[in-house]
Structures are given as structure tokens and as C-alpha cells.
């Protein structure tokens, strides 16, 4: 078990203690601040040059910070079979919240409002991004041959930008960013996600995901394999795991024919290798969660020409 580091709890403490004052509206000096939150001067200073540096508060006169009203946050919406995650990152991209809701009877569009709303009303939102399981096109989800325009309708409603994306895809933008996988610069590459409830499959080209007319490219969820689709078998407790894996990867080689294949397998144990046959590389990932969210930060950073 690691030890807690209890000199980042005080700092953590010691930084919400600040911050708080600060979301009062008024004006502090660092010795009024020491003074409000009995805390040590020289913390309250090194906080001070913390949130100046990250843009939270700004100088209000001599000797004197306030809040910064243009800082803005960034709310990232995971929708999930059973519940939706909310994740806010600050303008520096670190996490400022995180909430997740059970998923509920009502239609989404009005659920989701219902989150943004009440997400607007204690940050200062500069954009929304959205991840859905279902097929997603410049904004537009596509299901059942339908298609939902989520996006134009909450642009209109809230004045900001709203990025809308399919997990998996969110997935492979963070494969891309972080870079890890430094072949994933010239070659084409494959993300694979077996679950309980479906199979999702992204396509990387060099450092582009590729996702089709409609967005549906990758969508292998549907295919028969001997009277039962990939979903059915990946939702049926007694499937030979194993084989479901084998069976995956030989219509992904079939269909794609990847120089790479990142799988993210959640009915087998987390394992994190790699095996390497005939000069394909198949890597075992367990960190599906955490690419997704780097995923977001590149779809935001990509979006809103922050991106370099």
C-alpha cells in the first residue's frame, strides 16, 4: 500500500482554504488572506504566484488579487450504458471536479442539460465535449439510422463550442497524444475495446482517426461470426473469452490489416504487455479510462486551435 503524501493533502487543504475566499468576489492582499484563512504568509504567497501563474486570480490594484472571471473550465461528458461522468478540467487542463450520475428514464438531451446547467452555474465554461458508445460524425450521432444534432442544439442554447465524439475514437486521440507508441507517427494502426456490453474498434492512420461517411468506421460490434453477432458473444457470460480475443483479432487483421493493435480487454484480467508477430505489434492495455480523458484534452486543445 502507498503512503499518503501528507504534504500534498496540507497543500491541497491550504489551496481550497484560498481559493474559496477568492470565489467571494472580493479583493484580498496575501496579508489579508493569511489573516482569513490562518494559514503561514509564505504559503499564502506561494499559493498567490501559483493561481496568478495558472491565470485563476489576476492583480485588483496595489498589493491586491481578485479572481480572474476569464478563466474558464472545460466540461467533459463520458455517457456510459448506466451512468454519465462528468470530468472539469481548469484552463492548465488539471482536474478540477469530477461527479458521476446514474443514468436516468429521462430523454438525454434533457438529462444532459440538466448537468450543464448545473455545472454553469459554479464554472465559467468555455466548451463542453461529449463522448457517446453510439456512431458520431462532425457532431452528429448517428443511431438506429437515425441522426441526433446534440451539437447545433446546445451550441444555440449555451453560446459556447460543443465537441461530440465516439469514446473509442477518444480513446485513439489519446494514444496520439501522449505518444507512447512512437510508430504510431507512419503506420496504421487499430484501438480495440471489449466490454460487457459491446465490442468498439478506432482506426488510427499516422496520427488522423479515420471514421468514415457517418462515423461508423470500426463499427464491428454487428458482425455474425457463427449465428451470433460480436456484441451477443461479448455480452454472454459463458463465451470462451480467449477465443472471442482470438476471433477479434483475426477480422481486425482481415478487415484492417493493422501495423498495430492496442487492445483494451475489460472480461479478461488487466494485463499490460506486448506481443509482436510477424512484424505486427499487439499491445495488451489496461488504461482504457485514462486515454479516454487524454483523449479529450487533445480533442479540446485540437478543437479550439490551442493545439501545436
Known amino acids: ?20 475566499a477568492f470565489e467571494t468576489g472580493s479583493e484580498f492582499s496575501k496579508k489579508e488572506l493569511a489573516g482569513l484563512t490562518q494559514l503561514p504568509l509564505e504559503i499564502v504567497a506561494a499559493l498567490i504566484e501559483r493561481m496568478l501563474e495558472s491565470g485563476e486570480i489576476k492583480k485588483s490594484g496595489l498589493g491586491k ?5 476569464n478563466y474558464v473550465f472545460y466540461l467533459c461528458i463520458k455517457v456510459k450504458p448506466k451512468t454519465i ?16 450520475t446514474k443514468k436516468s428514464a429521462l430523454d438525454l438531451q434533457i438529462q444532459l442539460a440538466g448537468i450543464i446547467d448545473s455545472v454553469r452555474k459554479n464554472y465559467n465554461l468555455a466548451c463542453i465535449a461529449l463522448s457517446v458508445q453510439m456512431s458520431v460524425k462532425d457532431g452528429i450521432i448517428y443511431e438506429n439510422g437515425k441522426a441526433f444534432d446534440l451539437k447545433t442544439q446546445f451550441e444555440q442554447k449555451y453560446g459556447i463550442s460543443v465537441f461530440i465524439e465516439k469514446e473509442i475514437n477518444l480513446v485513439c486521440f489519446g494514444n496520439i497524444s501522449e505518444k507512447q507508441i512512437q510508430f504510431l507517427d507512419n503506420e496504421y494502426s487499430v484501438c480495440l475495446h471489449i466490454s460487457k456490453t459491446d465490442i468498439q474498434c478506432g482506426l488510427i492512420y499516422k496520427t488522423e482517426v479515420l471514421t468514415g461517411f457517418q462515423g461508423v468506421a470500426g463499427e464491428i460490434g454487428q458482425l455474425n461470426i457463427g449465428g451470433s453477432t460480436l456484441n451477443q458473444m461479448a455480452q454472454n457470460g ?11 483479432i483475426k477480422t481486425v487483421n482481415i478487415m484492417y490489416n493493422p501495423k498495430t493493435l492496442i487492445i483494451y480487454n475489460e472480461l479478461q484480467s488487466p494485463k499490460s504487455e506486448t506481443a509482436v508477430s510477424e512484424k505486427q505489434t499487439i499491445i495488451y492495455a489496461a488504461d482504457y479510462e485514462a486515454k479516454c480523458e487524454s483523449g479529450f484534452v487533445y480533442l479540446i486543445k485540437k478543437r479550439t486551435s490551442i493545439f501545436c
Open 238 to 248: 459463458s463465451t470462451d473469452v480467449e477465443k472471442l480475443l482470438q476471433n477479434l
Open 85 to 100: 461522468d462528468c470530468i472539469v478540467f481548469d484552463s492548465t487542463y488539471s482536474e478540477a471536479a469530477r461527479k458521476s
Open 1 to 20: 500500500m502507498q503512503t499518503p503524501n501528507h504534504s500534498d493533502t496540507l497543500d491541497n487543504i491550504s489551496y481550497s482554504l484560498v481559493k474559496e
Open 65 to 69: 488579487f481578485v479572481i480572474n472571471k
